[in-house]
């Protein structure tokens, strides 16, 4: 079990899992709760560092998963209408990784991205794909659009887990 502050945050991954969050004011009284949350009996938690939850991020990294059926040499890249994503500049695009991919259906997944980019920016954006003889393949369709958002703190998804990449020679 961890206890954080402001608001208090309680959470149990080693048994069946329970988050919950109380007044910091009142122990008594459950603000959130998802599951079981028994704030009455008695319990013992360590307390963890003192530094208030993130309410409002000011960066965020993003993390796109792109599901794309590839072939040995080919790369998928994000490239997108802000700097962080190369302002629409092929050569500026953000390489994915192939880490997860595998041959198996639903398992063609390219990610990564990891760029940060300021909470409340908005952005259209494109998965791209470099084939093994340097050419490209945009996707097809409109612009993705996104927003970062400003009450994520760390990593946010961008997109469905994964997106499709639309149409093309898939």
């Known amino acids: 079990m961890i206890l954080t502050s402001s608001p208090y945050h309680l959470s149990n991954t080693t048994s069946m899992a329970y988050n919950c969050t109380i007044?910091?004011?009142?122990?008594?009284?459950?603000?959130?709760?998802?599951g079981?949350?028994?704030?009455?009996?008695?319990?013992?938690?360590?307390?963890?560092?003192?530094?208030?939850?993130?309410?409002?991020?000011?960066?965020?990294?993003?993390?796109?998963?792109?599901e794309v059926r590839t072939e040995?040499?080919?790369?998928?890249?994000?490239?997108?209408?802000?700097?962080?994503?190369?302002?629409?500049?092929?050569?500026?695009?953000?390489?994915?990784?192939?880490?997860?991919?595998?041959?198996?259906?639903?398992?063609?997944?390219?990610?990564?991205?990891?760029?940060?980019?300021?909470?409340?920016?908005?952005?259209?954006?494109?998965?791209v794909q470099q084939n093994a003889d340097g050419s490209w393949l945009w996707e097809c369709g409109e612009n993705r659009v996104s927003t970062v958002d400003e009450f994520t703190c760390g990593k946010q998804t961008i997109g469905d887990d994964p997106i499709w990449f639309r149409c093309g020679n898939h």
């Open 36 to 66: 079981r949350c028994d704030t009455t009996a008695p319990i013992s938690l360590p307390v963890a560092d003192a530094s208030p939850a993130c309410e409002h991020a000011k960066v965020v990294s993003l993390y796109f998963p792109v």
């Open 72 to 127: 040995y040499g080919d790369n998928i890249f994000i490239v997108g209408s802000i700097p962080e994503l190369g302002n629409w500049d092929l050569s500026r695009a953000v390489p994915l990784n192939a880490n997860e991919y595998t041959t198996q259906p639903n398992h063609m997944i390219w990610n990564g991205g990891d760029v940060e980019v300021a909470a409340g920016t908005t952005f259209e954006w494109k998965a």
């Open 23 to 34: 007044d910091p004011y009142d122990n008594g009284y459950m603000i959130h709760a998802s």
